[in-house]
């Protein structure tokens, strides 16, 4: 198991960083909330879990050891493959999933694109001993679905000048996918950080 990976931030991509280890570079899968913390050019330390499959090899990113656990914990629910648990870590920092679980809070779990109504009731019955209690210093006053960063605005903000972008032009590209947002708002959920993160570049390459 490779358990983290250390070195200079080579590139970055909406989905991925390479990381440069001893002239190597790897490739690793990270939610945009973690890009948003790398910089390129600059050292990072990223905790990392290694899927297998018969024709893969794929190596995860997180910005600690705590979203790794839950990560590999997520995974031990019938459904919840490598994909749906970053998208789960996408939208809820782990102590909000914990959070989730532990109140049997649906919608909170709904609000992640891939979970409907029938999976996140089974998910809450699945999870519920596995995650544990919040250990933030703050989660008894954490609202439920409470993101890394403070707003959709910010983590896409943040990932777009992560990968390169100016202020300005994130500022634009954030302003275009707000309509977006503000609908998955009024339908009751969170606006999917990463799906926004994608239109947003698609925006900005018609731009230039």
Known sequence: MIAFVSGPVAALAPTTAVIEVGGIGMAVQCTPNTLAGLRIGTAARL??????????????????????????????????????????????SPDALRTAVATGDEKALTAVSGIGKKGAQKLLLELKDRLGEPVGSHSGRQGIGTAVTSSWSDQLQAALIGLGYATREADEAVAAVTPQAEAALAEGGRPPVPQLLRAALQTLNRAR
């Open 47 to 92: 905790a990392t879990s290694l899927v297998v499959r018969e024709d893969s090899l794929t190596l995860y990113g997180f910005a600690d050891d705590d979203e790794r656990q839950v990560f590999e914990l997520l995974q031990t629910a019938s459904g919840v493959g490598p994909r749906l648990a970053q998208a789960m870590l996408a939208t809820h």
